[in-house]
């Protein structure tokens, strides 16, 4: 969808909410009472919204939603006792990405659809700068992305550095996406179109040391869910030496404001991925790197050439290490 198309449709959105707000307003009111009444009890509407594909949630204790706490809901940093940062190692790691003329070579803007550029909407500079480092340091035969897009572009561009520098290198990357990216499939990638918890596990015992699992996903708990596979089914059986690549994490502040207070979104990934760290002393954490640009920012700009051009960004990269 264009970008002009979407702005049509939002304006006629928003004209038409006001036109029939009394009749939305009351079928507001009747589905919260359906869903405080039961749903099971309703299998005619409830099938409806199954096939609308909208659930409707309400204020109350046993779901996700409470209209108080995201009305006075804040972004704020929290004391996480239970997760070992290693601040001083992920500084140390930084320092030997020595990638600026590369990174700066790499276009801000669009400029074909199979090539990446920074200027995106889903992994933009900061993110893309420390993935593309990180395969150009420790150059991985195997990368698995769950999840693909942009961060796919940026890692074919760290791989041809890595090629150029070396004609006997090779590095495969295997996408699990069940969308269709057809300027995805003219790369030399291996697509797997289905959902991630519909593979078999014996595919990600296959990543070895210094190789790649890259996790962009639903970034919601959900009963037999993408998340709960990832967490319990495929980080217990990776070998060691696998780094961990987790999306939109901002540990150990919150998700946006915005987020949560104008876009509704109820994610949770990220409280999940800190319970999982707790205590846990089969990963290490390498780079958390929202807290890192908020946090040491003045240790690790000179590595972020472009992210120190757009200082009002926050990345959302999460990095861990199997051990």
Known sequence: MSKYIKKIIIISLKIIQYIFSPIILLTLIILKIMRLAGNENFKFSR???????????SDHYYDPFSRNKI???KNRKRNIMTI???????????????????LKEIPYNKTTDDKFY???????????EYYY????????????????GFSTLI????????????????????????????????????????????NEITLFKSLNHNDILFVDSSHTIKPEGD??????????????????HFHDIFTPADYPDFWVKDKILLWNEQYLLEAFLSYNNKYKVICSLNHLKNDYWHSIKNYFPVLSEHTDAEPGSFWILKK
């Open 47 to 57: 099938n409806l919204l199954f096939l609308t594909g909208v659930l409707p949630i």
């Open 71 to 73: 009305k006075n809901y």
């Open 84 to 102: 070992d940062f290693n601040i001083e190692f992920q500084l140390d790691f930084i320092k030997n990405f020595a990638f600026n003329s590369e």
């Open 118 to 128: 920074y200027n995106n909407p889903n992994f933009m500079h900061g993110d893309a």
């Open 133 to 148: 480092s990180l395969i150009r340091s420790i150059k991985p035969k195997n990368i698995i992305e769950i999840g693909a």
């Open 155 to 198: 890692a074919i561009e760290a791989i041809k550095m890595n090629k150029n520098k070396d004609p006997e290198y090779d590095c495969n990357i295997t996408c699990i996406e069940p969308y269709e990216f057809k300027w995805l499939k003219n790369k030399r990638v291996n697509f797997i179109e289905k959902l991630v918890e519909e």
């Open 227 to 244: 998340l709960l596979f990832i967490f319990m089914n495929i980080l217990p059986i990776l070998n060691s030496g696998v780094y961990i």
